[in-house]
């Protein structure tokens, strides 16, 4: 299975960076064998796009609606107007933030598979859940509520994202992220048969050019959702590295 690892721009990027985009487009150019992605601010999605057509630029949220009374909303139609061919859905810090259910989440989905874009799908377990032994029952159940019927690796991956780990530096053991990994691709194959073997499951949190080669050897990770190593080409370049050579 190819390793997808994908840029989560989260709420930076301003016209001034568009440089940066490219720059890190050209970098990771030469890994034929590493799909690549950055899910970006809506507001650079199109300027993005429209520099570097051949390249998979993404969003971070669509709403599950084609269009109507949703101020502030984009929805899955106007990221694929706009030039995207991904977004990311039911984050962690929108979970948490906008109250995000696994509904919403499973709706998004849908709506990014009928517009014609792939979909990231997040789950992802808090410290406390961890710390009281319920990880693996949070994460699944979110994966069973927030995954569309018709979910495969045609068009969906799976972000396994520990909400602890996301931007702090620390990682599960690797015990630990093969444990859920393995989970999660049981889970998968249970639901969706051979479909669900071929869904790609990536690993958000805190992964950067110190520990992807290790994080990326783990059986059932098939790639990395990159918070801020991804904002540079220099940070995420060695990422990349690493998958290719995983």
């Not at 720059?23 to 034929?32: C, E, F, K, L, T």
């Not at 706009?82 to 509904?103: F, P, W, Y």
């Not at 992802?124 to 029952?137: I, L, N, P």
Request: net charge negative; proline share 3%.
């Amino acid at each position: 299975m190819r390793k997808l690892i994908a840029g989560n721009w989260k709420m930076n990027g301003l016209s001034a960076d568009l440089g940066a985009i490219e720059a890190i487009a050209s970098a990771v150019a030469g890994h034929s064998g590493v799909d690549t992605a950055l899910c970006l601010p809506a507001t650079l999605v199109g300027p993005a796009a429209t520099r570097l057509p051949g390249y998979a630029i993404g969003g971070q949220d669509c709403h599950m609606a084609v269009s109507g009374a949703h101020t502030g909303c984009v929805s899955a139609a106007m990221l694929a107007d706009a030039g995207a061919k991904l977004t990311i859905v039911g984050h962690s810090e929108r979970r948490a933030a906008q109250g995000e259910s696994d509904a919403d989440v499973r709706g998004k989905a849908s709506a990014a598979r009928a517009a014609g874009l792939n979909a990231i799908v997040c789950v992802g377990e808090t410290e406390a859940e961890r710390d009281a032994g319920q990880a693996e029952s949070v994460v699944l159940g979110q994966l069973q509520g927030s995954l569309p019927d018709d979910a495969n690796g045609s068009w969906l991956s799976v972000a396994y994202e520990p909400v602890w780990a996301i931007g702090t530096g620390r990682i599960p053991s690797i015990d630990d992220v093969t444990a859920m990994h393995d989970a999660i691709r049981n889970a998968l194959v249970a639901r969706f048969g051979e479909g669900g073997a071929a869904i790609r499951i990536l690993y958000g949190g805190s992964m950067n050019g110190d520990n992807a080669a290790v994080l990326l050897t783990v059986a059932n990770v098939d790639g990395g959702l990159i918070g801020g190593a991804s904002l540079s080409a220099e940070k995420f370049l060695p990422i990349v590295e690493a998958a290719a050579a995983a």
